[in-house]
């Protein structure tokens, strides 16, 4: 084999897994989990309270 045929291959190789990779994060029944993932840093919780040794600021007691 000579250097045409092994970048040939390679070339094919990284293809295959750029496309494996697009239609995993594009597959319908991972929409759900990247849209909740994608607004983990946006959301808050107001139901769970601050820890028992700090106040609302953040401040130690």
């Known amino acids: 084999m000579d250097n045409g045929t092994l970048h040939g291959i390679a070339t094919l190789l990284a293809m295959a897994a750029f496309l494996s990779i697009c239609w995993w994060a594009y597959k319908p029944s991972n929409r759900q989990r990247f849209e909740d993932n994608g607004r983990l840093p946006l959301d808050t919780d107001p ?10 600021r953040g401040d130690e007691k």
């Open 47 to 56: 139901l769970s309270p601050p820890p028992a040794d700090k106040n609302a």
